[in-house]
């Protein structure tokens, strides 16, 4: 390349124009080239000459002229033939060409138009003309020139920002669309998307319907807006994130007429974003979250805890001589380990999820986080009990001790325990953390592989609870427990209207325990209801033995829990019962609790109904309690209430209980419903009560819950008795 | 032959030339005269040998030469001769033909006249 082509190539980039623009003129007339050589050299034109096309080729190959004037008709080669082949030239594309031809020569106008030729003079050729001709002519070739530069720099921004433009026709539903625009999507220029519609068919559901929506109701609104979705690239299947951006525009009439917008291909933006969310918010070793996600987590954990008034624990924990496999075995081992660590820790927090009240609500999720090092905190998002915590933080010792295979050796590490309660342990995220780091400290002082909660009463009361229980479900087995029985009689006769069935448990060191001691613990554990099962068919059996041992028959009365209600086939178990005892199911009373019946209204009627349907009696324990209201008593098929004994016991004293005893009294026998007062200590209890009319009565006046034996001998004398008792009558 | 020169193509010329440049008129009557005589023979070939083509392209270039200097006359008689070769005429062309000699000359003998009274 020569000096003098590379700077006439560097004159002629985009936009700029040569001091003083070089003309070829291409004419086989020397006077014609002659004449207007002058001409143009006045006008500020450099001229360079070429006498036949083949001619022109290489003077304009060799100085890139701004503009061609090119006669038509010559010797060697012609016009038309020389603006092909320049034409063809990668230089010759836009350079402007003035072609001369006859002035009557019309065929020759339209020919060169057809090659390429910018423009045309007819001869004789007016040379004060020419180069007012040529000046307007390079002057339009700028302006061209300038409008395909911005094109092409608007395209390439446009390639490399990945965003397209667009604008829909709101009449014709039209879409016309720049280059980027098919490239994001996939799509050839003037193939696929040629309406709106087709458009928003390429976006994947659920996105579409947004998009859809959105852009209806902008139209509809005559606002801007935007959106993110996805598509699915037809170039390569690539899923692309795609951001849109649009705006409605009016005609100069007023009317809305186009909706201008972009689409922006931020599918790398999203990744690295997520990447970076990613970076900052998991552990790169186990995948787990780190400590700025489980704060987070902690944080939405609390604000639930707070507004539910729910439980929660964090369990603070550390591996046991994890630094010697790191010295002995090398970081790669080390971060194996560690590892294989998470992933037992994640499935034991996901076998324990039962242990949540609302597996649903994310707020309440569990989560296995690693802090650094061998720290690891796992937190559980709502507990009911402390000794859920309690357990998971076995079952974690547990399963963390259980050798690891890393590469060729077997390693075995233990990991200490600190557990913090919310809300006893801390109301903030600090608070709770810090708690369980001490209680782990704790914990390591009292030996290590084992846990230990912050608090000294919440530990205590979670091993003893976690005790009892295990306890408890023994008990059942060992037949620990036994059956009490409590008389009830009918006031006014004093004959024998029926026993209560009553749980006792002999614990092996606790001694004698009442209901009150462990029935909450078994209704907490879900032991109730094999508790129930067992406490329904004993004394089933022990009614039918009586009777059969020649007892005249009487009711015998079983409570029935809530737990029991709600959580199994209470119907099933009572049938089972009687199947088993053989006993007359209409001497089977299931006592309920007010309040159990308030849970469920409709439940709880048609269990009722159930139970009627079997044949057995029903009644409601603790009445007066609850807040039954009067209309659903009406339409419990139940027969029988039992006053609370809060009411009786004052009833000779205190007026207020003496009236609402009486509404009981009164409103059972106006529903047909046998009232027995419970809590009967005292003779003059049992004289008002039975002044009122009261049907039944049980308590101490007439006997303490008795075992099988002392119930037998009380059996055997209380004819006289009552009789005594009631002799007043 | 008495041919007579358009006097707005010659003060056209004069308009072209410039300051300090060797004079433009003698310079394109020079070239007239020295370029046409190859250019009429190149035509006359070609009505002798029946080379309408030959004809045509020689009468498009003399029309425009002859115009440039304002020997108008023998310009109009290319132009007609230019479309007789180009409808393949041939008889027409070779009556057309046989005065563009006489007009050349005629034109010349004007040119000189007019330059050499001009100076």
Redesign the interface.
């Known amino acids: 390349m020569t000096p003098e082509l590379s700077k006439s190539m560097q004159m002629v980039a985009p936009g700029m124009q040569r001091e003083r623009p070089i003309v070829l003129h291409v004419d086989d007339d020397i006077a014609s080239l002659m004449m207007a050589e002058g001409a143009l050299e006045d006008a500020g034109f450099d001229v360079i000459q070429a006498a036949d096309g083949q001619e022109a080729i290489e003077r304009f190959k060799e100085h890139e002229p701004d503009l061609i004037i090119m006669d038509a008709v010559m010797p060697v080669m012609d016009g038309f033939e020389a603006i092909s082949t320049i034409r063809e030239l990668s230089i010759g594309a836009h350079v402007p060409i003035l072609m001369i031809t006859g002035l009557d020569d019309l065929d020759s106008i339209t020919r060169a138009y057809d090659i390429g030729a910018t423009d045309f003079l007819t001869k004789p050729i007016n040379f004060f003309i020419l180069p007012h001709r040529v000046q307007y002519m390079l002057r339009s070739k700028l302006t061209a020139d300038a409008l395909r530069s911005s094109q092409s720099k608007l395209d390439n921004a446009q390639r490399i920002a990945r965003l397209g433009n667009w604008d829909w026709c709101l009449c014709t539903n039209e879409l016309s669309w720049s280059r980027e625009f098919g490239r994001i999507l996939g799509v050839e220029e003037g193939a696929g998307i040629a309406t709106w519609a087709e458009f928003i068919n390429c976006i994947e559901e659920p996105d579409r319907t947004n998009v859809r929506l959105l852009s209806e109701q902008s139209v509809e609104e005559k606002l801007p807006f935007n959106v993110e979705f996805s598509v699915v690239s037809r170039f390569d299947d690539s899923v692309r994130r795609i951001r849109l951006e649009a705006e409605p525009h009016a005609q100069e009439s007023g009317e809305w007429a186009y909706m201008l917008g972009t689409i922006q291909d931020i599918t790398e933006r999203t990744n690295a974003q997520k990447q970076i969310h990613n970076l900052a918010y998991y552990d790169l070793v186990t995948g787990l979250p780190n400590r700025a996600q489980l704060t987070e987590q902690l944080r939405y954990t609390l604000k639930s805890s707070k507004r539910n008034d729910t439980k929660f624990a964090v369990l603070f924990l550390d591996l046991d001589h994890f630094k010697q496999v790191n010295d002995t075995l090398g970081h790669d081992a080390g971060d194996d380990l560690l590892l294989q660590v998470a992933n037992r820790l994640t499935s034991v927090v996901r076998e324990s999820d039962m242990i949540s009240s609302n597996d649903n609500d994310p707020e309440s999720q569990h989560t296995v986080a690693r802090l650094g090092g061998d720290e690891f905190v796992v937190l559980l998002g709502v507990i009911n009990r402390v000794e859920d915590a309690a357990r998971v933080a076995e079952r974690i010792a547990q399963s963390i001790s259980v050798p690891y295979d890393i590469g060729s050796s077997t390693v075995t590490v233990t990991t200490t325990i600190g557990i913090s309660v919310y809300p006893a342990d801390g109301d903030d995220t600090e608070s709770m953390m810090k708690s369980a780091d001490v209680a782990m400290y704790h914990a390591k002082e009292s030996g290590r592989n084992g846990y230990q909660f912050y608090s000294r009463d919440i530990h205590e009361q979670a091993l003893s609870r976690f005790s009892l229980e295990a306890d408890l479900r023994s008990a059942i087995e060992n037949k620990e427990l036994t059956l009490a029985f409590q008389p009830k009689v009918e006031m006014s006769t004093g004959r024998l209207a029926g026993v209560e069935a009553l749980t006792r448990w002999t614990h092996p060191e606790r001694g004698l325990m009442n209901p009150g001691e462990f029935i909450p613990l078994a209704e907490e554990t879900g032991l109730i209801i094999e508790l129930g099962r067992w406490v329904l068919r004993e004394s089933c059996k022990q009614m039918q033995l009586w009777i059969e041992a020649g007892w005249p028959p009487m009711t015998i009365a079983v409570n029935c829990s809530s737990v029991q209600f709600t959580k199994s086939d209470v119907i099933e178990d009572i049938n089972e019962a009687i199947q088993y005892s053989g006993l007359d199911p209409r001497l089977l009373e299931i006592e309920l609790t007010e309040s159990l019946l308030l849970q469920d209204g409709e439940k709880g009627i048609q269990i009722l109904s159930d139970m009627k349907a079997l044949g057995i009696q029903t009644s409601i324990d603790d009445f007066g309690t609850g807040f039954s209201s009067l209309s659903y008593l009406k339409r419990l098929p139940v027969d029988k209430l039992k006053i609370d004994q809060s009411f009786v016991k004052d009833l000779d004293k205190d007026s207020g209980d003496a009236a609402i005893v009486t509404a009981i009294i009164t409103l059972s026998h106006n529903l047909n419903l046998t009232v027995v007062a419970e809590g009967v200590e005292t003779q003059e209890q049992f004289d008002i009560l039975r002044g009122f009319k009261c049907n039944e009565a049980q308590g101490y006046l007439i006997s303490y819950p008795l075992d099988i034996e002392q119930f037998s001998l009380w059996l055997d004398s209380y004819r006289e008795q009552i009789l005594q008792k009631v002799s007043g009558l | 032959m008495t041919v007579s020169i358009d006097e707005n193509a010659l003060k056209?010329?004069a308009?072209?030339?410039?300051p300090g440049?060797p004079d433009?008129l003698t310079?394109?009557v020079g070239?007239?005269k020295s370029?046409s005589p190859k250019t009429i023979a190149s035509m006359l070939e070609g009505i002798d040998s029946a080379d309408m083509e030959a004809v045509r392209?020689a009468a498009?270039?003399l029309?425009?030469?002859s115009?440039?200097?304002g020997a108008l006359e023998l310009s109009e008689r290319c132009k007609e001769l230019e479309r007789a070769a180009h409808d393949q005429n041939f008889p027409a062309c070779m009556a057309l033909g046989d005065s563009v000699e006489d007009l050349f000359q005629g034109s010349v003998n004007a040119l000189d006249q007019r330059i050499s009274k001009a100076a």
């Open positions: 056209a010329i308009a072209l030339q410039r440049k433009l310079r394109i070239l007239f370029e392209v498009h270039t029309k425009s030469s115009a440039y200097v």
